[in-house]
């Protein structure tokens, strides 16, 4: 059997080496336009700020390694260029210019995403970070200190791009067209990182994109004039479907290439993976672009099974991911509260700020966890994690645990590790689902940050139950401050009519809601408790 690969990185390079050690005398040939194969494209950020030293690092194999170990015929700056699945053949253009097609029995394609172009002609450097070359582009523009650079995109490359240009000493300014970074979190979630960039001295533009790009810098649709030597593309990526599209192969709704859950395409010999591909979603189950290096890995070992005749099929995406901000750490899996609002499904949340480990051990860190989950049946659909220790573990096991199918309150039942340095008795994955389970029984009704306005102006009034030092140093406005330890004996203070109480981070909170309806009062606890509140409000 001859298989032919058209991408030599993550899904092309997890297929070719996969189906070798499944299959020791299939013919494999990988085409590669790029210089390099197998490059680790999310280390480049790494490379640029100098945290990654030696460039050679980002080169995990050659095509000699792979034909040393896997003899595997892997071709670099050789890019396909038609592919004829009725006579099962691909065109192909070699380093010197000169075609040649190749025959196939099985094709996969893992093409990858292009960068959307800019809508708008350059004077200067416009430049992406996609490849090893792109890396050293922006590495050699950087050679004068306090180097003026724009970077347009504050989603998870162009927030690693930020970090890693600061390091180097670039006057950065950061472009995003939406009114937050990091779009896929939520705006209470997402505020710290604007906060913790802005700090770094880093100019952030929200709600603005680039209008032109002149010699000296570029202006935005606001009509400001930022000076800039170059720009930095991370606006996003659309899948590469080019090839596929001109094959006849069906493409799905969300623009990339349709497959069935074995990763076969509409011909039954082609298959594809990785970015160019469409996903089916676990959460919505519809069609979904999610473009993660650990699915394009995933989803090329599995097309290798595959194709070596073992049954098998990709598992839906989650769309797990995770970002490093100037020391913070920002983590998302399944669906936000404003993209299931947005579809009109049912959902009720739980914000939890608890300690990244046992508070008395040194260097315990807020995490703050967000669970978004089906009133219904409890099902977890979406969870988002923002702190400076800890966010990558408690982020993999909600993903597991979405994984498997568990209720949110089953997460106050993981048996998780503990020991003071690396976490707490109650793990903040246990807290996330106790304050679930509360929330979903109605033991403790709350409401969210976004929804207090409302619920003041239909009357209810705010307690703050946090000590009188901590409202004196901020509090919401309007709210009556009556702090937790004293309310048993000051409840004949407390208003008649509807009550939202609120703390620090709703665990007083919770205390008080419980006090006070067991006392006949009509309370809701504001979710997340001020910081949540502070956190969406100053990201509005
Ligand atoms: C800077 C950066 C940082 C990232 N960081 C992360 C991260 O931290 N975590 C994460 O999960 N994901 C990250 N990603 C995303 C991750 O790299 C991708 O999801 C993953 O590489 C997709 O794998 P793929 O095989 O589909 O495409 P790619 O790895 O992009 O490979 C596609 C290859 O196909 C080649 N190709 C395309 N068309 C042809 C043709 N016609 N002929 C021959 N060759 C062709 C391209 O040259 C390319 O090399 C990052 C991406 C970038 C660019």
Same mark, same amino acid.
């Given at each position: 059997?001859k298989?032919?690969i058209?991408?030599g990185?993550?899904?092309?390079m997890?297929?070719?080496t996969?189906?070798?050690?499944?299959?020791?005398?299939?013919?494999?040939?990988v085409?590669e336009?790029?210089?390099?194969?197998?490059?680790?494209?999310?280390g480049l950020?790494y490379?640029?700020?100098?945290?990654?030293?030696?460039?050679?690092?980002?080169?995990?194999q050659?095509p000699?390694?792979?034909?040393?170990r896997?003899?595997?015929?892997?071709?670099?700056?050789?890019?396909?260029?038609?592919i004829?699945?009725a006579?099962?053949?691909?065109?192909?253009t070699?380093?010197?210019?000169?075609?040649?097609t190749?025959?196939?029995?099985?094709?996969?394609?893992?093409?990858?995403?292009?960068?959307?172009?800019l809508?708008t002609?350059?004077a200067?450097?416009?430049i992406?970070?996609?490849?090893?070359?792109?890396?050293?582009?922006i590495?050699?523009?950087?050679?004068?200190?306090?180097?003026?650079?724009?970077?347009?995109?504050a989603?998870?490359?162009?927030?690693?791009a930020?970090?890693n240009?600061?390091?180097?000493?670039?006057q950065?300014?950061?472009?995003?067209?939406?009114?937050?970074?990091?779009?896929?979190?939520?705006?209470?979630?997402?505020?710290p990182?604007?906060?913790?960039?802005?700090?770094?001295?880093?100019?952030?533009?929200?709600?603005?994109?680039?209008?032109?790009?002149?010699?000296?810098?570029v202006?935005l649709?606001?009509?400001s004039?930022?000076p800039?030597?170059?720009?930095?593309?991370?606006?996003?990526?659309?899948?590469e479907t080019a090839?596929a599209?001109?094959?006849?192969l069906?493409?799905?709704?969300?623009?990339?290439?349709r497959?069935?859950?074995?990763?076969?395409?509409?011909?039954p010999?082609?298959?594809?993976?990785g970015?160019?591909?469409?996903?089916?979603?676990?959460v919505?189950?519809?069609?979904?672009?999610?473009?993660?290096?650990?699915?394009?890995?995933?989803?090329?070992?599995?097309?290798?099974?595959?194709?070596?005749?073992?049954?098998?099929?990709?598992?839906?995406a989650l769309?797990?991911?995770?970002?490093?901000?100037f020391?913070?750490?920002?983590?998302?899996?399944?669906?936000?509260?404003?993209?299931?609002?947005? $579809? !009109?499904?049912?959902?009720?949340?739980?914000?939890?700020?608890?300690?990244s480990? *046992? +508070?008395?051990? #040194? &260097? @315990?860190e807020?995490?703050?966890?967000k669970?978004i989950?089906?009133?219904?049946?409890?099902r977890?659909?979406?969870?988002?994690?923002?702190g400076?220790?800890?966010?990558d573990?408690?982020?993999d096991?909600?993903?597991?645990?979405?994984?498997?199918?568990?209720?949110?309150?089953?997460l106050a039942?993981?048996?998780?590790?503990?020991?003071?340095?690396?976490?707490?008795?109650?793990?903040?994955?246990?807290?996330?689902?106790y304050v679930?389970?509360?929330?979903?029984?109605?033991?403790?009704?709350?409401?969210?940050?976004?929804?207090?306005?409302?619920?003041?102006d $239909? !009357?209810?009034t705010?307690?703050?139950v946090?000590?009188?030092?901590?409202f004196? *140093? +901020?509090?919401? #406005? &309007? @709210?009556?401050?009556?702090?937790?330890d004293?309310?048993?004996?000051r409840?004949?203070?407390?208003?008649?009519?509807?009550?939202?109480?609120?703390?620090?981070?709703?665990?007083?909170?919770h205390?008080?809601?419980?006090?006070?309806?067991q006392?006949?009062f009509p309370?809701?606890?504001?979710?997340?408790?001020?910081?949540?509140?502070?956190?969406g409000?100053?990201?509005?």
């Amino acid at each position: 059997m001859k298989v032919v690969i058209i991408g030599g990185v993550a899904g092309g390079m997890s297929a070719a080496t996969r189906l070798r050690r499944l299959d020791e005398h299939a013919r494999i040939v990988v085409f590669e336009r790029g210089p390099e194969v197998s490059y680790a494209n999310c280390g480049l950020p790494y490379f640029i700020g100098g945290v990654i030293e030696e460039r050679d690092a980002l080169l995990l194999q050659t095509p000699a390694s792979l034909h040393r170990r896997f003899r595997l015929d892997v071709r670099v700056r050789h890019e396909v260029t038609a592919i004829d699945t009725a006579g099962k053949t691909v065109t192909v253009t070699g380093p010197s210019g000169t075609s040649f097609t190749e025959t196939y029995d099985r094709l996969v394609l893992a093409p990858g995403a292009r960068p959307r172009p800019l809508a708008t002609r350059p004077a200067i450097p416009v430049i992406t970070l996609r490849t090893v070359q792109d890396a050293d582009a922006i590495d050699a523009a950087l050679r004068a200190p306090r180097t003026p650079v724009v970077v347009v995109g504050a989603g998870y490359t162009g927030l690693e791009a930020v970090e890693n240009l600061v390091a180097r000493d670039a006057q950065v300014t950061l472009v995003q067209r939406g009114a937050q970074v990091l779009s896929p979190l939520d705006p209470e979630m997402a505020s710290p990182l604007a906060d913790a960039v802005r700090a770094q001295g880093v100019d952030l533009r929200l709600g603005v994109s680039l209008e032109s790009i002149e010699a000296d810098g570029v202006t935005l649709t606001d009509g400001s004039r930022i000076p800039a030597a170059f720009v930095v593309d991370a606006a996003g990526v659309t899948p590469e479907t080019a090839l596929a599209e001109a094959a006849g192969l069906r493409l799905g709704e969300t623009g990339g290439i349709r497959v069935d859950e074995t990763n076969r395409t509409s011909d039954p010999d082609v298959f594809a993976v990785g970015d160019g591909v469409e996903k089916q979603d676990l959460v919505g189950g519809d069609a979904a672009l999610v473009t993660m290096a650990g699915l394009a890995n995933r989803h090329g070992r599995s097309v290798a099974d595959v194709i070596a005749g073992r049954e098998i099929s990709a598992r839906p995406a989650l769309g797990t991911g995770i970002v490093g901000v100037f020391g913070l750490a920002a983590a998302k899996v399944g669906w936000s509260e404003k993209a299931l609002a947005a $579809a !009109g499904r049912p959902h009720y949340v739980v914000h939890v700020h608890p300690a990244s480990h *046992a +508070g008395y051990y #040194p &260097g @315990a860190e807020t995490l703050s966890i967000k669970l978004i989950a089906d009133p219904d049946s409890d099902r977890i659909l979406g969870a988002q994690i923002v702190g400076r220790d800890g966010v990558d573990k408690r982020i993999d096991v909600i993903a597991t645990a979405m994984h498997a199918g568990l209720p949110a309150a089953e997460l106050a039942h993981l048996e998780l590790a503990y020991a003071p340095q690396f976490g707490s008795a109650k793990d903040a994955v246990n807290i996330a689902g106790y304050v679930a389970e509360n929330v979903r029984t109605g033991t403790t009704p709350s409401l969210q940050w976004h929804e207090l306005g409302a619920a003041r102006d $239909a !009357g209810a009034t705010l307690i703050d139950v946090r000590s009188p030092a901590e409202f004196a *140093a +901020g509090s919401i #406005p &309007g @709210a009556l401050n009556l702090p937790l330890d004293e309310l048993r004996d000051r409840l004949a203070e407390v208003p008649a009519g509807d009550l939202v109480v609120h703390c620090q981070v709703g665990l007083r909170g919770h205390l008080a809601t419980r006090l006070l309806a067991q006392h006949g009062f009509p309370v809701r606890n504001l979710d997340g408790g001020y910081r949540t509140w502070l956190a969406g409000f100053s990201a509005r």
